[in-house]
């Protein structure tokens, strides 16, 4: 059975500091994976997907990396802002991209 | 940003009664999708699509239902809502082909009395 674990479930830095959020999963014939941002009672919103051909896609200040030998993907977010505290979700699919499987997210508090 | 709506946002209803979530897209997207989503919880696929006519049931096991008769229309139906239905249902969709994407829609969130 495909699962996708985030570890840790909370963290709270102090504002600008640098961060790494991290995703893992159990099978590395991944077909891609995706993150993204939940904000208290609302939908999700797509931050970046990775195909599984590629290392590592970049977006402002947010750069994902995908490693699928060894069924990881971090989030790495630089120069924190308060603005970035939310719920980040990784999703991943082991098909054709029909399904995605979530983990559970790291809920994020960046203080200002 | 994406456009794809869900209405009611909130809904508080009875036990017995039966209910329709609704889910539109304006982005011309084939596959569209439902989550459903506990409190602190991940967010478990209960039903998708590939285009119209095509519906599929996901990984959680749902007494509700689905129909896909135009593109951008993908309703959820339960027809004798429980209190073990209550949860955030998320609808999201995405192109057919090329990037996988998924671009969510608000929630709805019920709560059955």
């Known amino acids: 059975k495909q699962e996708v674990t985030q570890i840790p479930a909370a963290l709270s830095v102090p504002e600008g500091e640098n961060l790494v959020l991290n995703c893992s999963f159990t099978?590395?014939?991944?077909?891609?994976l995706q993150w993204f941002r939940q904000d208290p009672g609302k939908g999700l919103t797509s931050l970046l997907l990775?195909?599984?051909?590629?290392r590592e896609q970049t977006s402002g200040r947010l750069n994902a990396s995908l490693d699928k030998s060894s069924g990881r993907s971090t989030l790495y977010i630089a120069a924190s802002q308060p603005g970035d505290s939310a719920t980040y979700l990784c999703?991943?699919?082991?098909?054709?991209?029909?399904?995605?499987?979530f983990g559970t997210g790291t809920s994020l508090t960046v203080i200002p | 940003e994406a456009d794809i709506y869900q209405t009611p946002r909130y809904l508080v209803i009875g036990t017995g009664k039966k209910i329709t979530l609704e889910c539109s897209q304006t982005?011309?997207?084939?596959?569209m999708y439902w989550y459903q989503q506990d409190p602190g919880m991940e967010l478990h696929l209960i039903h998708y699509?590939?285009?119209?006519?095509?519906?599929e049931k996901g990984d959680l096991s749902s007494e509700s239902t689905v129909s896909r008769i135009r593109t951008e229309h993908f309703p959820l139906t339960l027809e004798s809502a429980r209190p073990s239905h209550t949860s955030q249902y998320l609808c999201?969709?995405?192109?057919?082909?090329?990037?996988?994407?998924?671009?969510f829609g608000p929630g709805t969130r019920l709560t059955v009395l």
């Open positions: 699509s590939y285009g119209v006519n095509s519906t």
């Open positions: 990775i195909q599984s051909s590629q």
């Open positions: 099978d590395s014939a991944i077909y891609n």
């Open positions: 999201a969709s995405s192109e057919r082909a090329g990037t996988d994407t998924q671009y």
């Open positions: 982005m011309g997207h084939d596959k």
């Open positions: 999703a991943a699919s082991w098909n054709t991209g029909n399904q995605f499987y």
